[in-house]
């Protein structure tokens, strides 16, 4: 039977934005500075952790010797330094978003990154308005793959898990939303085409895949 979707919850990075091609390559040139090449299990490894998380992961992976703190903050520098040049909204983005508001649908930003961060990326494409309700990597005590993250949007949303539509573009967002209980479909893009999704309601190509309009009503 079809499910009865009351809310969408969107991961962001990857997912929303191509912002996972900027991460790459800052993490490629991050790496290079200190004479190491990334791997693709690095990579895999990393996405859809909250910051802090990911970089731990790079240092037990790459056996570097700085900090957390001192990796994010030259990591930033890089990844701002990309932006302009490379950030672009996902295909079908707006147009999901257009049809979710004339249906009336509440929509919700659940994302690893901080709000900072996040408020930045929105606001490039003037989308904060459009999103009433986000939560970040400050609003949760665990990161995914744990499901904490989408049993608040959930409790905030006021609806059942199962009624929540959440699209995700990596194995750990979307072993997140799943562990939780949501309607997870997974939308993959070049990078994370390779990811475990076997957890996942269905696989879309974009955002605007039938299989993500068709459960909109």
Known sequence: MKP?????VFDMDGLMFNTEEVFNRSGTELLRRRGKVPTPILFHSMMGRRAEEAFQVMIDQMELTESIAELQT???EIFDSLLDDILAPM???????DVLEQRQLPKMVATSSHRKYLTDILGRFDL???FPKTLTAEDVTHGKPHPEIYLTAAAQLEISPSEMLVLEDSENGTKSAAAAGAHIISVPHEISAHHDFSSAKAIAKSLDDP???ELLG
Do not use: Q
């Open 4 to 8: 009865v979707i009351r809310a969408v």
């Open 91 to 97: 295909p079908g983005l707006l147009n999901l978003l």
């Open 74 to 76: 030259e990591s930033e």
């Open 211 to 213: 299989v993500i309009h």
């Open 128 to 130: 904060l308005h459009r």
